[in-house]
């Protein structure tokens, strides 16, 4: 038989306020018993671990997985030993060699661009040619698994990751901290030790504080905001113990606080990843561009469906009527037994309120929840946590969960307020088209209020003028759709 895991992390290693995490055996399934002699062994793409019957304790000073004398009972491991971890240089050590460059077209390995991406960055980084290089990978096609994948082969010491959000960090995090999918795909060996993780949440106090974080790391994700909670001194010591620096959603770069950030760097290995590599000012990333997969290609590939695109034309209370349509269409999907949730997004906080509100009214047995900046941690993790677990199905915010974001099952967007900015919007969409899920998905759709006098909704059509397969269907509540199919 088979056996499962939940999470095994070693004992953190806490400094200040932060701690640093290292998981030992990640959570899956698939594990499988082997015995030579008398020796018994687990084994999976993650690892192989030593086995202990009953209640003898293990014979040496490692992890062991805790195996019943008769016949099991249950699939699930229990594990006994030291919970310690070996540190970030074992880690690097384990990594020699740890990456396989798989045949594309098989059902593991890497991706096209997540290959290319990665040959592209050895390559530049081999080359002797300094400045931050640019990545530009469309939404969905493996950004963070690439980060990974490259850490791995190029074995960099200290990396520093710099993402927007809260949100991002503990996604990109957690990606680092159990090497993605990689080990499960074989692009990683087994042996390869899953690396030194510190999210970095709070104020440092004092340098020796980041001397000592930086020590026991081998990656550290943080945002701009917790990395200016600290004085300039103790910043500058961390960043200058670190050795490359990675920045994800990169057309945030040319912001002050992040140029400041790439130019304290300007001596040592600068990755900028990012999959819209534009911004409404028309500012310039800072940096080259080394590699580029083109939004063609990713859509010829599969990574992205068609997406059903509305532009709700309110005759009256245009948010009401925006609200209605999404949600008859959130209760079609649900209703067809698709997993799908909804984001609303709104303005600003205030109207993120207001638009909850509506939605309670309209919605309550979907649970409506919101994920605003200022909400007490707890409260934000757990709306986040029942999204991603369906028992809420919408979740109204104000740009909390565009960049970056990873949700399969967000497949229906309502913009209350459409963002100023190309960029977001355009992020957003994508995340929706992706294709990529184990879970029951169907089309995605994206709605969108337009406020017209109702004189003006007989024109409505010329909105999506650019789009094909244009028509014009009458809802009831006194509002016009006007729907075409985006080709994302």
């Given at each position: 038989?088979?056996?499962?895991?939940?999470?095994?992390?070693?004992?953190?290693?806490?400094?200040?306020?932060?701690?640093?995490?290292?998981?030992?055996?990640?959570?899956h399934?698939?594990?499988?018993?082997?015995?030579?002699?008398?020796?018994?062994?687990?084994?999976?793409?993650?690892?192989?671990?030593?086995?202990?019957?009953?209640?003898?304790?293990?014979?040496?000073?490692?992890?062991?997985?805790?195996?019943?004398?008769?016949?099991?009972?249950?699939?699930?491991?229990?594990?006994?030993?030291?919970?310690?971890?070996?540190?970030?240089?074992?880690?690097?050590?384990?990594?020699?060699?740890?990456?396989?460059?798989?045949?594309?077209?098989?059902?593991?390995?890497?991706?096209?661009?997540?290959?290319?991406?990665?040959?592209?960055?050895?390559?530049?980084?081999?080359?002797?040619?300094?400045g931050?290089?640019?990545?530009?990978?469309?939404?969905?096609?493996?950004?963070?698994?690439?980060?990974?994948?490259?850490?791995?082969?190029?074995?960099?010491?200290?990396?520093?990751?710099?993402?927007?959000?809260?949100?991002?960090?503990?996604?990109?995090?957690?990606?680092f901290?159990?090497?993605?999918?990689?080990?499960?795909?074989?692009?990683?060996?087994?042996?390869?030790?899953r690396?030194?993780?510190?999210?970095?949440?709070?104020?440092?106090?004092?340098?020796?504080?980041?001397?000592?974080?930086?020590?026991?790391?081998?990656?550290?994700?943080?945002?701009?905001?917790?990395?200016h909670?600290?004085?300039?001194?103790?910043?500058?010591?961390?960043?200058?113990?670190?050795?490359?620096?990675?920045?994800?959603?990169?057309?945030?770069?040319?912001?002050?606080?992040?140029?400041?950030?790439?130019?304290?760097?300007?001596?040592?290995?600068?990755?900028?990843?990012?999959?819209?590599?534009?911004?409404?000012?028309?500012?310039?990333?800072?940096?080259?561009?080394?590699?580029?997969?083109?939004?063609?290609?990713?859509?010829?590939?599969?990574?992205?469906?068609?997406?059903?695109?509305?532009?709700?034309?309110?005759?009256?209370?245009?948010?009401?009527?925006?609200?209605?349509?999404?949600?008859?269409?959130?209760?079609?999907?649900l209703?067809?037994?698709?997993?799908?949730?909804?984001?609303?997004?709104?303005?600003?906080?205030?109207?993120?309120?207001?638009?909850?509100?509506?939605?309670?009214?309209?919605?309550?047995?979907?649970?409506?929840?919101?994920?605003?900046?200022?909400?007490?941690?707890k409260?934000?993790?757990?709306n986040?946590?029942?999204?991603?677990?369906?028992?809420?199905?919408?979740?109204?915010?104000?740009?909390?969960l565009?960049?970056?974001?990873?949700?399969?099952?967000?497949?229906?967007?309502?913009?209350?307020?459409?963002?100023?900015?190309?960029?977001?919007?355009?992020?957003?969409?994508?995340?929706?088209?992706?294709?990529a899920?184990?879970?029951r998905?169907?089309?995605?759709?994206?709605?969108?209020?337009?406020?017209?006098?109702?004189?003006?909704?007989?024109?409505?059509?010329?909105?999506?003028?650019?789009?094909?397969?244009?028509?014009?269907?009458?809802?009831?509540?006194?509002?016009?759709?006007?729907r075409?199919?985006?080709?994302?």
């Amino acid at each position: 038989m088979s056996y499962s895991t939940s999470n095994v992390w070693v004992t953190p290693v806490a400094v200040g306020q932060h701690e640093v995490r290292q998981l030992l055996v990640p959570a899956h399934d698939g594990i499988t018993l082997s015995k030579v002699g008398t020796s018994e062994t687990v084994s999976s793409s993650r690892g192989t671990w030593p086995v202990t019957r009953g209640t003898r304790h293990p014979q040496d000073d490692s992890l062991t997985a805790v195996l019943p004398v008769l016949a099991p009972s249950t699939a699930r491991l229990t594990w006994a030993g030291p919970h310690k971890s070996a540190g970030p240089n074992a880690v690097l050590q384990s990594y020699a060699d740890a990456i396989s460059f798989t045949t594309l077209g098989r059902e593991t390995g890497l991706r096209r661009p997540q290959m290319a991406a990665l040959h592209s960055i050895i390559g530049y980084q081999s080359s002797g040619v300094t400045g931050p290089a640019v990545v530009v990978m469309p939404t969905g096609t493996g950004k963070t698994e690439t980060m990974v994948a490259w850490m791995v082969a190029a074995r960099p010491s200290k990396v520093l990751v710099i993402v927007p959000s809260v949100v991002l960090r503990d996604q990109v995090a957690e990606k680092f901290e159990s090497l993605g999918i990689l080990q499960h795909a074989e692009v990683i060996c087994p042996s390869a030790l899953r690396p030194c993780v510190l999210r970095l949440s709070h104020r440092i106090d004092t340098t020796d504080e980041a001397e000592r974080l930086v020590e026991y790391a081998n990656v550290i994700v943080a945002t701009p905001q917790a990395l200016h909670a600290s004085d300039p001194e103790v910043r500058t010591t961390l960043t200058d113990l670190c050795t490359h620096l990675v920045v994800d959603e990169a057309h945030h770069a040319p912001a002050d606080t992040w140029t400041a950030l790439v130019r304290a760097f300007a001596d040592r290995p600068v990755l900028l990843f990012t999959a819209t590599p534009f911004r409404s000012d028309g500012r310039a990333l800072p940096g080259r561009t080394i590699f580029r997969f083109p939004l063609r290609e990713a859509q010829r590939d599969g990574y992205f469906s068609k997406i059903d695109f509305k532009a709700v034309v309110g005759l009256g209370d245009a948010d009401e009527e925006l609200a209605k349509a999404a949600v008859a269409w959130l209760r079609s999907d649900l209703a067809k037994g698709l997993d799908h949730v909804m984001l609303v997004r709104a303005a600003n906080k205030t109207r993120a309120r207001e638009i909850l509100d509506l939605y309670e009214q309209l919605a309550l047995d979907l649970q409506p929840r919101i994920l605003i900046d200022n909400l007490p941690p707890k409260t934000a993790k757990a709306n986040l946590a029942a999204l991603r677990e369906g028992t809420s199905r919408i979740i109204v915010c104000v740009d909390m969960l565009g960049e970056g974001f990873d949700l399969p099952t967000l497949k229906v967007v309502a913009f209350h307020d459409p963002p100023r900015s190309l960029s977001p919007m355009i992020q957003l969409v994508g995340r929706v088209a992706r294709t990529a899920s184990t879970r029951r998905v169907g089309t995605a759709c994206v709605l969108v209020a337009s406020r017209l006098p109702s004189s003006h909704a007989v024109n409505a059509g010329r909105i999506l003028t650019p789009f094909r397969r244009l028509n014009l269907d009458p809802l009831r509540g006194g509002c016009v759709v006007v729907r075409t199919c985006l080709c994302w």
